[in-house]
């Protein structure tokens, strides 16, 4: 059997007919940029994120760059981020001219340690930046109240949550604004690159739109210094052509990661989902010692796993020069050298996931380890955390 990481292929054919009918609407109207449909998609996510406001814009990155614009960071200022992210988090902050300060993880959930955020704030410190990782959303209570206590913006990088909860609160709600994603593989994706800003303020809201559009207030009528960054028609059409169906994907990706925990808590360490939250599984991330070893046996089998991410962004080779060290993240650095990605979209047949599981205990029991023990990680945050040393 073969069980791809992922399979946009697939999840065209399966809603061919609504993305189409809204590409061709699009192509028919000879409007295609900042035009109805992106306005009907923003005014479509604000009603799913369920208040605010929401401001399309080019990608992701842009995404955080708009929003950290809108808090007037610059040159001279420091943003607190975590180094367990996708790398264009922190390409973000650099466009800004101001300079990241990483945080330590919590293991459980690896996203932001709020304990460890209080520590790194400087009177440079200007904005936080919690990324909602592989779909779970960060400790928020304690994230926005060391904010308010030290008045730092925050905004909520929800790349990999759209759908997520936290206390029954929308992923994006929460602080000042929240960044999302619509790179095709997210849980909700256009046919190319996209993303959009919520806010929960009409102010900053017109104030991203004129960012996003050179900083226009009208047209010819520049208020502020601005980018281009704009979600384009074709891409809000197919946005607003999927909206409907993001919950039960999200469903899905549930679905199958409690099929894939019960079926691999044994040999592996599995996610752990936190009572306050919803997780929506952007990807079903695993850890073992044996990493490399049982990527190549689930390659041999047809199972194709992926690592995110190998690297923490602090010791990349591109922010050498932040000097940050081996050793000065070590939650941060335990998992980066253990976590597995398994195969997780929602067209994923509960065939398919068996295979994995299966594959996975093969990989294990054809191999002999010693007894596994169980230990107290040393960098665990502030929740207990527990891994078989020998998984």
Same mark, same amino acid.
Request: include cysteine.
């Given at each position: 059997?073969?069980?791809? !990481?992922?399979? #946009?292929?697939?999840?065209? +054919?399966?809603?061919?007919?609504?993305?189409?009918?809204?590409?061709?609407?699009?192509?028919?109207?000879?409007?295609?940029?900042?035009? *109805?449909?992106?306005?009907? !998609?923003?005014?479509?996510?604000?009603?799913?994120?369920?208040?605010?406001?929401?401001?399309?814009?080019?990608?992701?990155?842009?995404?955080?760059?708009?929003?950290?614009?809108?808090?007037?960071?610059?040159?001279?200022?420091?943003?607190?981020?975590?180094?367990? @992210?996708?790398?264009?988090?922190?390409?973000?902050?650099?466009?800004?001219?101001?300079?990241?300060?990483?945080?330590?993880?919590?293991?459980?959930?690896? $996203?932001?340690?709020?304990?460890?955020?209080?520590?790194?704030?400087?009177?440079?410190?200007?904005?936080?930046?919690?990324?909602?990782?592989?779909?779970?959303?960060?400790?928020?209570?304690?994230?926005?109240?060391?904010?308010?206590?030290?008045?730092?913006?925050?905004?909520?990088?929800?790349?990999?949550?759209?759908?997520?909860?936290?206390?029954?609160?929308?992923?994006?709600?929460?602080?000042?604004?929240?960044? !999302?994603?619509?790179?095709?593989?997210?849980?909700?994706?256009?046919?190319?690159?996209?993303?959009?800003?919520?806010?929960?303020?009409?102010?900053?809201?017109?104030?991203?739109?004129?960012?996003?559009?050179?900083?226009?207030?009208?047209?010819?009528?520049?208020?502020?210094?601005?980018?281009?960054?704009?979600?384009?028609?074709?891409?809000?059409?197919?946005?607003?052509?999927?909206?409907?169906?993001? +919950?039960?994907?999200? @469903?899905?990706?549930?679905?199958?990661?409690?099929?894939?925990?019960?079926?691999?808590?044994?040999?592996?360490?599995?996610?752990?989902?936190?009572?306050?939250?919803?997780?929506?599984? +952007? #990807?079903?991330?695993? =850890?073992?010692?044996?990493?490399?070893?049982?990527?190549?046996?689930?390659?041999?089998?047809?199972?194709?796993?992926?690592?995110?991410?190998?690297?923490?962004?602090?010791?990349?080779?591109?922010?050498?020069?932040?000097?940050?060290?081996?050793?000065?993240? *070590?939650?941060?650095?335990?998992?980066?050298?253990?976590?597995?990605?398994?195969?997780?979209? *929602?067209?994923?047949?509960?065939? =398919?996931?068996?295979?994995?599981?299966?594959?996975?205990?093969?990989?294990?029991?054809?191999? @002999? !380890?010693?007894?596994?023990?169980?230990?107290?990680?040393?960098?665990?945050? $502030?929740? *207990?955390?527990?891994?078989?040393?020998?998984?």
């Amino acid at each position: 059997m073969k069980v791809p !990481f992922g399979n #946009l292929k697939a999840h065209y +054919h399966e809603y061919k007919k609504e993305i189409d009918t809204a590409v061709q609407r699009v192509l028919d109207s000879g409007y295609f940029i900042l035009g *109805p449909e992106l306005t009907k !998609f923003e005014k479509e996510f604000e009603e799913y994120l369920g208040n605010g406001y929401v401001s399309g814009c080019a990608n992701g990155t842009d995404a955080i760059y708009l929003a950290l614009m809108a808090c007037d960071v610059g040159l001279g200022d420091e943003v607190l981020v975590v180094a367990h @992210t996708a790398v264009p988090t922190i390409c973000a902050v650099r466009m800004t001219g101001a300079q990241p300060v990483f945080v330590d993880i919590d293991v459980n959930n690896y $996203t932001m340690d709020a304990v460890d955020l209080e520590s790194k704030i400087s009177e440079k410190t200007k904005a936080v930046i919690p990324v909602h990782l592989y779909g779970q959303m960060a400790d928020m209570d304690a994230i926005m109240a060391v904010a308010k206590k030290h008045n730092l913006k925050v905004i909520e990088d929800c790349a990999q949550s759209t759908g997520a909860l936290y206390k029954g609160r929308m992923a994006g709600t929460i602080g000042d604004f929240g960044t !999302f994603s619509y790179y095709p593989s997210k849980n909700i994706g256009a046919f190319g690159d996209g993303g959009a800003v919520s806010t929960n303020s009409r102010e900053n809201y017109d104030r991203l739109n004129m960012l996003r559009n050179y900083g226009q207030s009208k047209r010819y009528y520049h208020d502020t210094e601005g980018i281009n960054s704009r979600l384009d028609e074709i891409q809000a059409a197919i946005l607003s052509a999927q909206l409907p169906y993001v +919950h039960e994907w999200n @469903t899905r990706r549930r679905e199958i990661a409690e099929r894939y925990t019960r079926g691999l808590k044994d040999v592996v360490v599995t996610p752990q989902e936190l009572e306050s939250s919803y997780h929506v599984y +952007h #990807l079903y991330v695993v =850890q073992t010692n044996q990493r490399e070893e049982l990527i190549e046996f689930l390659m041999d089998r047809g199972v194709q796993a992926l690592i995110h991410y190998p690297i923490p962004a602090h010791l990349q080779k591109a922010y050498a020069y932040l000097d940050y060290k081996p050793g000065s993240l *070590p939650a941060t650095e335990y998992v980066c050298k253990r976590i597995v990605s398994l195969p997780m979209f *929602p067209e994923l047949t509960d065939e =398919q996931v068996d295979y994995v599981i299966e594959s996975v205990k093969d990989f294990f029991s054809s191999r @002999t !380890f010693a007894q596994p023990k169980m230990e107290s990680h040393p960098h665990a945050g $502030t929740q *207990p955390y527990e891994v078989a040393i020998n998984s």
